[in-house]
């Protein structure tokens, strides 16, 4: 009777991998380290000196073909921003050797006044053209460091207002972006309004007063300036008095017109409930001119909503 033949034993036998199924390991330290150090070898010899930016724009542009902006793109910008990885709080983190988890090429050492702010922002402007992907990360990441602004140094949340206003303006970022500031640890110590003035007040000055309410009301900010106060300074003069002081007398305009209309409406629905109800002429136009001097009505507007 014969025998079938024994099949061959797999034992010892390695299976060769292709290398699209092989998973790389997520290591943003090392990717951290690798911008780092081509951040680094972009800088003048003189530490002293500001970062050369023509160089880095030129690194960072030859650099994406080696290192993986797409998967590692947040951790790139939070290290041209703040200068390393955050660790929650806004403290960079360090754990690697002495020197090396941090750089000053960036926005936050580097960023000493507006006119360097935008140049910081060509450079950025100039990696989003090139890597596109990039915007919606930015977006996204600013989300992430704008809770952290009471772990940043009064400077460096002076620069990161001052970026992000010239990012509101050209439409780098969302509008929406701004309003993750509003949050109680920030607002109980005024650091949410000061970051907010900064920025609206660039804004300002790049692209004039009307940008200023358009922000507001795109981002959605306009319904939610109170919830930026403190809340023993949530009393609308002392709101009032702030922005003026501030040198943002437009948004003071903007909050009495949206008071005004809704007066208005109060009014209306006054006039309407006590005519049908037959109230007297004469107690109707007492209040009326009472409800007109409580919230300084002008007589043409108010004549012509009744």
């Known amino acids: 009777m014969s025998q079938k033949a024994e099949l061959p034993s797999l034992t ?3 299976t060769k991998t292709r290398k699209r199924d092989e998973k790389k390991v997520y290591d943003p330290t090392g990717f951290r380290d690798s911008v780092i150090e081509g951040l680094e070898l972009s800088k003048d010899n003189n530490v002293e000196a500001p970062a050369d930016l023509d160089a880095i724009s030129k690194w960072l542009d030859s650099a994406g073909n080696k290192l993986d902006y797409r998967r590692y793109g947040e951790a790139l910008l939070e290290i041209l921003i703040a200068g390393g990885l955050l660790a929650p709080g806004g403290s960079i983190q360090q754990d690697g050797e002495k020197g090396t988890s941090s750089t000053q090429a960036c926005i936050f050492q580097d960023g000493i006044d507006l006119p360097r702010i935008k140049q ?27 809770v952290y602004l009471r772990g940043f140094t009064e400077e460096h949340r002076t620069r990161l207002a001052q970026i992000t206003a010239v990012w509101c303006c050209s439409g780098l970022i969302l509008p929406n972006t701004i309003v993750v500031v509003i949050n109680e640890h920030q607002v109980k110590d005024s650091i949410a309004l000061d970051f907010m003035i900064d920025v609206l007040k660039v804004v300002k000055t790049e692209k004039g007063s009307q940008t200023v309410l358009n922000l507001l009301k795109k981002s959605g900010m306009d319904s939610m300036l109170t919830e930026l106060f403190p809340t023993n300074k949530r009393a609308t003069e002392s709101m009032k008095n702030h922005f003026i002081n501030a040198g943002l007398p437009e948004i003071v305009t903007y909050l009495s017109s949206i008071e005004n209309a809704g007066a208005k409406k109060e009014l ?9 109800e037959g109230t007297s002429n004469k107690e109707i136009i007492a209040d009326l001119r009472e409800s007109v001097k409580k919230h300084g009505l002008a007589e043409p507007e108010t004549v012509t909503m009744i």
Do not use: C, F, N, T
């Open 12 to 14: 010892g036998h390695r």
């Open 268 to 276: 209306q629905r006054y006039l309407r409930g006590h005519i049908a």
């Open 120 to 146: 910081w922002d060509s450079v950025i402007v100039k990696l989003m053209r090139r890597y596109k992907y990039l915007e919606k990360m930015l977006s996204e990441e600013m989300k992430k460091i704008l």
